[in-house]
């Protein structure tokens, strides 16, 4: 059985933010800030932040992105672990599972601030309104 919402794990240092601000957090990459909220404000979107930022190995630098998400207005699902609805179904390990993983260093296609840049504003071009958002999710959810 297919889902009714579609998983996205988006990385923070060089995702969200531009490259090289590690442990602060100063500056979106272009369109990232729009995308997320848009993203979370949709009931058939569930985000989780997934970083190598975590409360264990360093406080200070967790805590630096947290408060510049709270600061952007931007909320996410479940951070550096998956969602309550996928551990009902067994998803407990450390890895996170998503539909969706949209990091800086995930493929070939990025792996340079352009590339990521690109991705963000193509991803705005197909949500930026209700109608567009609800079609690029109809047609995700048919991908998985």
């Known amino acids: 059985m297919k889902p009714d919402f579609l998983t996205i794990a988006v990385d923070f240092d060089g ?16 369109f990232a800030i729009e ?21 264990d190995s360093d406080l200070t ?3 630096n992105m947290i408060n510049w998400l709270d600061e952007h207005d931007i909320h996410f699902d479940a951070i550096n672990d998956n ?5 009902k179904l067994g ?10 993983y949209i990091d800086d260093l995930s493929n070939e296609s990025f792996g340079s ?11 705005w071009n ?3 309104n209700d109608r567009s958002l609800n079609q690029w999710v109809d047609e995700m959810i048919r991908l998985i």
Not at 48 to 54: A, G, H, K, V
Not at 83 to 87: A, F, G, M
Not at 113 to 123: A, E, G, R, S, T
């Open 15 to 30: 995702t969200i933010i531009g490259p090289h601000q590690y442990p602060e957090a100063k500056t979106a990459n272009p």
């Open 113 to 123: 601030k352009n590339k990521i840049v690109d991705y963000w504003c193509q991803l």
């Open 91 to 100: 998803f407990k390990c450390r890895k996170v599972f998503a539909n969706i």
């Open 35 to 55: 995308c997320l909220k848009v993203l979370s404000r949709c009931p058939r979107v569930k985000l989780i932040l997934w970083s190598c930022r975590d409360k």
């Open 126 to 128: 197909r949500i930026y």
């Open 83 to 87: 969602l309550e609805e996928h551990k």
């Open 61 to 63: 630098a967790y805590n």
